[in-house]
């Protein structure tokens, strides 16, 4: 797991500005750090290194080939790496180190882009071919490892974050209103924007060419998709002892790795299903847990009752408000753009206590979205018994004239009910703020963004490349795993896990969850009643009975209390003073009356703004917008 960044530029005398832009990202990789200059010295590559597999110089990089004509470099892993080398060995390639870097790059020189369907793992990767002075990007299948790119002036630039490209002397930091209205709305920015109107993000299971005539400016190419999640439903819906079974092997898998290895456990269905695997699976790896003083939000028993079970070593570390919130000014300088989700905050302390004792924790991250974990998964069943009955649908369309007359709160559920499936989708997955509120909230350019774009835009946007013949479940599904992992959940676990130069290997993200997942029928995934249950029903031998059946609690914080009590970056809260050309200050002050007065639950989108507004300036208004 590292760090990987590069400029190209026909000025060449590049050593110095990518040294800079290699050590933005020294987080990344505290272990090391590889620079690699084109005899022109107008091509860059660096990498900062965080040494996972094969700890000798042998693995440094950037790698070269034998004979000199690539140059990689690589952030991730390749989990089935030892595979793909005894094939190779086999044929006759020869290996001057244990890497599965260099194995990558064999695969690469050997069958290009197409390689990358047949490996287990999650990466970023930057190759240069300096026969043809082409740049290869690539990002993994789901987005466990980020891509930034821009073009500045002449040259390319290309970096694990942002924070890489901000280093050239010409960047000029202007801010994408539209990706403003992904924060506000969703929580985050939706790839392939930036916060920034000047770079881009390669979308996960992406690719593109950067051609790089000599004399010429670098000219990308387009983005390829090389890899989709692509549902192929087979007739039975029983696929216990096949998810089991699959679980037990890539937990095994994901295991490889030269230094100490560790495992997140909430104690809900997807950690507890992963500790529960690497113990049956002969690994007691320690198990670590974040706890919270306030009761209704804390889950440590339950985690407890999985690491007893199981005979695992486990550490809890338990939060309150100040030891949580102090984290939200560092995690300003780690999240080059806003990401509004608070479970940032212990996710940053649970990373840093996993850190003391481990360099590589595997995660149940991307279950609710591969196998329909979430509620809505439920209304979305219950959404389509209705709208499937004549009389329930032509009852919705009568009432839906009378809805805009009743709050909104009070109604959102059955106007999702009544609307078509892009509205609907829209709304549900707009966690942060409805299109109502922000209308009232948004001024000047960010209100002008909000008429002309949000997430309606961003739900045809991904549901375009789906067929409109599979269910709409299988519609959730993708924008699931595109939004809610892929531009959410892997964002937030890479940023936070990256500040302490903690790897996070998400399990069900794994090549062979994905396809076992995309077998399972949509009618299996969730009804009206329960969510996620292939998983839970898989399961339910490993764990006591009722013990994967509690409602859903997530990674949540007790931030309406500390809203109300105005703990921490709440303290004193009355404006929002770097966002003061775009969010109406009166709207504002509304907003936060009702939340602390609890006449309406408005956290999330509190939060939103006091995130957006202390990130403005922290970036923007600091007088050092590019600091680290």
């Known amino acids: 797991m590292c760090g990987i960044s590069g400029f190209l530029s026909p000025r060449g005398n590049l050593r110095d500005l990518a040294s800079r832009q290699r050590d933005r990202l020294a ?3 505290p272990d090391g750090a590889g620079l690699w200059l084109s005899p022109e010295g107008d091509v860059a590559l660096g990498h900062r290194r965080l040494s996972i597999i094969d700890l000798s110089e042998a693995a440094a990089q950037p ?14 892993e390749i989990y089935d790496h030892l595979d793909h080398r005894r094939r190779l060995l086999a044929a006759g390639v020869a290996f001057r180190s244990g890497s599965d870097t260099e194995l990558l790059l064999h695969l690469l020189m050997k069958e290009g882009v197409s390689a990358l369907s047949k490996l287990a793992g999650q990466w970023a990767l930057a190759l240069w071919d300096t026969k043809e002075r082409t740049l290869l990007l690539v990002r993994d299948r789901v987005g466990e490892k980020p891509l930034y790119w821009a073009r500045i002036g002449q040259d390319f630039g290309f970096g694990s974050e942002l924070k890489a490209l901000t280093v050239h002397p010409e960047w000029q930091p202007e ?3 539209r990706a403003m209205v992904d924060v506000l709305s969703l929580g985050f920015v939706v790839p392939p924007k930036t916060i920034y109107t000047r770079a881009s993000q390669l979308p996960p299971g992406s690719w593109m060419r950067v051609r790089f005539p000599v004399g010429a400016p670098p000219e990308p190419g387009p983005v390829e998709r090389y890899w989709r999640f692509d549902p192929l439903p087979e007739a039975r819906v029983d696929f216990d002892d096949e998810i089991r079974d699959t679980i037990l092997r890539v937990t095994s898998q994901m295991t490889v790795s030269d230094v100490p290895v560790g495992a997140f456990l909430s104690g809900g269905v997807d950690s507890s299903t992963v500790v529960a695997a690497l113990a049956r699976g002969g690994h007691r790896l320690g198990a670590h847990t974040i706890g919270f003083r306030e009761d209704r939000w804390d889950e440590t028993r339950y985690a407890r009752t999985v690491a007893q079970a199981y005979g695992v070593p486990h550490e809890v570390t338990t939060l309150d408000a100040e030891s949580a919130l102090d984290q939200f000014g560092p995690l300003l300088a780690h999240y080059d753009e806003p990401f509004a989700d608070s479970s940032a905050l212990p996710t940053r302390v649970l990373c840093g206590a996993t850190r003391a004792g481990a360099t590589v924790a595997l995660s149940g991250d991307g279950a609710d979205e591969v196998f329909g974990g979430y509620r809505r998964y439920q209304r979305w069943a219950r959404r389509a018994r209705i709208r499937n009955s004549g009389w329930r649908r032509g009852t919705l369309r009568a009432a839906s004239a009378f809805l805009d007359l009743l709050p909104e709160r009070r ?10 499936e892009s509205a609907a ?4 997955f707009s966690i942060i703020g409805t299109r109502t509120q922000l209308q009232r909230l948004c001024r000047g350019p960010l209100l002008r963004a909000l008429n002309e774009y949000g997430p309606h835009e961003v739900v045809r946007e991904h549901l375009s490349p789906v067929s409109s013949e599979l269910p709409p479940i299988e519609r959730m599904r993708a924008l699931d795993l595109a939004l809610t992992l892929g531009a959410g959940i892997l964002t937030k676990v890479d940023r936070a896990s990256m500040a302490v130069a903690l790897e996070v290997r998400p399990v069900f993200t794994h090549r062979d969850v994905l396809a076992l997942a995309a077998r399972i029928p949509a009618v299996a995934l969730a009804d009206e009643g329960r969510a996620k249950i292939p998983l839970r029903n898989a399961m339910a031998p490993w764990f006591e009975p009722g013990f994967l059946e509690r409602k859903k609690q997530g990674f949540a914080l007790p931030l309406p209390t500390w809203i109300r009590e105005q703990r921490g970056p709440f303290r004193g809260l009355s404006e929002l003073p770097h966002l003061r050309d775009w969010i109406d200050r009166r709207s504002f002050t509304e907003l936060l009356r009702a939340q602390r007065d609890g006449r309406d639950d408005l956290t999330s989108l509190v939060f939103a703004l006091v995130h957006l507004d202390r990130w403005v300036g922290h970036w923007l208004d600091s007088g050092t917008p590019h600091a680290p």
């Open 425 to 428: 989708l829209a709304d549900m």
């Open 63 to 76: 790698f070269m080939s034998v004979d000199g004509r690539y140059v990689l470099v690589f952030n991730g």
């Open 175 to 177: 801010l994408d209103f």
């Open 27 to 29: 987080h990344r990789g």
């Open 411 to 420: 109604t959102r559920t059955l106007r999702q009910y009544a609307a078509g």
